[in-house]
């Protein structure tokens, strides 16, 4: 690719660093549950949206329909939006808090068990393929 290429604001570094993650059907529908939760039963702080790497609530909320879209088209993203899915995702699953929590299997179809063993999955891969653990 080159910078004819890039969206606005994007630079061709930038798309060169997508990354396609080989991801089943399952675990797309995971990443893309979780990033749905966002704005719904789910809720986010300034300081939470900054540490899952969003420029704050407003861009978490506007990043998580593109992402969602993305990852749903198996579409590569960058290291640094498949780290922002997955700490998303597991922070929406697990809090109670900030999250859907307990109410998780509820709004998402998803049971608790099945969660975690696909969230596994997506970490491992994640850890390889993107890198995600580097930011």
Known sequence: MDGADAQPGQTAAAL???VMVDLTEAERHLLARGLMEWGGPAHSTEALAVAMGFEGVEDLYAQAGPLHASIRAEE?????DWRRVLIATEVVFASDIFGSGCDWSTT???SDEETI?????VQRKLA????????
Not at 117 to 121: D, G, M, T, V, Y
Not at 128 to 135: F, K, L, T
């Open 16 to 18: 060169s660093d997508l």
């Open 108 to 110: 998402t179809g998803l």
């Open 128 to 135: 390889r393929s993107a890198n995600v653990h580097n930011p």
């Open 117 to 121: 063993n696909l969230l596994r999955a």
């Open 76 to 80: 590569p993203l960058s290291r640094r």
